[in-house]
T-cell receptor, first 113, second 109 residues
């Protein structure tokens, strides 16, 4: 079974731009969660999608958004990028809700210049 | 907000020695999980221990859980260079997994 796939692996953007990150979960997994990881704040929960519905949301501004498609693939979008958005963005999938065992992708390393 | 806090923040030992990491949490839990992260990569699930379990083993890993002290420990026996990584505990908070800041483990040859 293929693991969680995140694309792209690396991304460099400038302030004010927007970015879209993609995540393909493990086949059969219906929940996709997104986390932001920075050296200062650690792993911060962004949101979770289940069956195309956002089921939970972390404490991030509205510039961070996401969606899930009928095949469970998910995208997250960050608009009007700020320097502080530089981080490793991790996607994780699970069979049911995102508090059981999570399977993580390798992440997208976003650098905002 | 962090539910789990790992201790120590960093640990450096010689290959072959045992490594112990601790995790303390604040509220009642249904289960506690441990994950490993190699530098700049995704997290890998190691073990899940439920609130009614006191100890669990998986290969060279041993996890204990003391719900009365709200703490857990991860023991890695006979460490190898490949065990060099960051280790995180995770607990459920507001219907999501909340991770601690992690313990950075370095195994020296």
């Amino acid at each position: 079974k293929a693991g969680v796939t995140q694309t792209p692996r690396y991304l460099i953007k400038t302030r004010g731009q927007q970015v879209t990150l993609s995540c393909s979960p493990i086949s059969g997994h219906r929940s996709v969660s997104w986390y932001q990881q920075t050296p200062g704040q650690g792993l911060q929960f962004l949101f979770e999608y289940f069956s195309e519905t956002q089921r939970n949301k972390g404490n991030f501004p509205g510039r961070f958004s996401g969606r899930q498609f009928s095949n469970s693939r998910s995208e997250m979008n960050v608009s009007t990028l700020e320097l502080g958005d530089s981080a490793l963005y991790l996607c994780a999938s699970s069979l049911t809700q995102g508090v059981e065992k999570l399977f993580f992708g390798s992440g997208t390393q976003l650098s905002v210049l | 907000s962090q539910q789990g806090e790992e201790d120590p923040q960093a640990l450096s030992i010689q290959e072959g020695e045992n490594a112990t990491m601790n995790c303390s949490y604040k509220t009642s839990i249904n289960n506690l999980q441990w994950y490993r992260q190699n530098s700049g990569r995704g997290l890998v699930h190691l073990i899940l221990i439920r609130s009614n379990e006191r100890e669990k083993h998986s290969g060279r890993l041993r996890v204990t859980l003391d719900t009365s002290k709200k703490s857990s420990s991860l023991l890695i026996t006979a460490s190898r260079a490949a065990d060099t990584a960051s280790y995180f505990c995770a607990t459920e908070g507001a219907q999501k997994l909340v991770f601690g800041q992690g313990t950075r483990l370095t195994i020296n040859p």
